[in-house]
């Protein structure tokens, strides 16, 4: 899978909680072992994030061509010698490694764009400090044609005018899981929508800019909530030194 396409027609979402103390111990081993054997069988390895506001959340992107392609890649990975040699230790850091939403691009063009992206070599310790931030909408049914348009013509315009324009759009993807050994999060209506920041300071220059604005609070905010079963969840990710996403 090339970096350059819009990644991807499948995508994993991965929320990892670990024991204390041990998110760096996974993210040295994944960014070391993880990450070439996993595109080798097939994967495309989006990201890997600190999440900000918890110590003990290590968050990861993948991408897949398809589901049956989904299906071999994670046996092949798997049932290899990478993960057979390196699992024990990972799984050593994991209290839990279920929450996983499979997600799919709203339209073809809507998933990352990785064609300037490049991937620090193994061995690389130091973050970038750029900031990525996953929203998420969690819906009573599913995402339509009708709520992508609204996004499209409301939501969309007012993050791009406060300096948050959306690099990705995604939806559940409602697919029977194709490896059941990995567990995913089933029944859910979910959009997901991605930006990117230099750092903190352009996230906090943001959120006042969105805060001050009249029409995102007076019109678009009170609509879309009309159209959403939750309130929104915001993830806040630090790349760590090795991720494509950054």
Request: contains cysteine; proline residues 8%.
């Amino acid at each position: 899978m090339r970096h350059h396409d819009h990644c991807c027609p499948i995508l994993e979402l991965r929320q990892y909680t670990l024991h204390p103390g041990e998110r760096d111990v996974l993210i040295d081993i994944f960014d070391r072992e993880f990450v070439e054997s996993q595109e080798a069988v097939g994967m495309c390895m989006v990201g890997q994030f600190r999440d900000q506001d918890d110590p003990d959340r290590f968050v990861w992107i993948r991408g897949f061509q398809d589901m049956a392609s989904r299906a071999r890649a994670l046996a092949a990975f798997y049932g290899g010698p990478v993960w057979k040699a390196h699992s024990k230790e990972a799984n050593a850091t994991m209290v839990d490694s279920s929450n996983v939403l499979l997600l799919r691009p709203t339209d073809p063009r809507s998933g990352f764009s990785l064609q300037d992206a490049i991937r620090p070599p193994v061995g690389a310790s130091a973050p970038p400090s750029s900031l990525v931030v996953a929203t998420l909408y969690y819906r009573a049914t599913p995402v339509d044609d009708e709520f992508v348009q609204f996004f499209d013509r409301n939501v969309r315009p007012a993050m791009a005018e406060t300096a948050a324009p959306p690099v990705a759009r995604l939806q559940s993807e409602a697919a029977e899981n194709t490896f059941p050994a990995l567990p995913v999060r089933t029944g859910e209506n979910v959009f997901a929508w991605f930006s990117s920041f230099t750092g903190p300071d352009h996230f906090r220059d943001h959120t006042r800019r969105l805060a001050r604005s009249t029409r995102w609070n007076q019109e678009v905010l009170p609509e879309l909530l009309t159209r959403l079963s939750a309130v929104p969840q915001q993830l806040r990710l630090a790349p760590t030194a090795r991720s494509l996403l950054r």
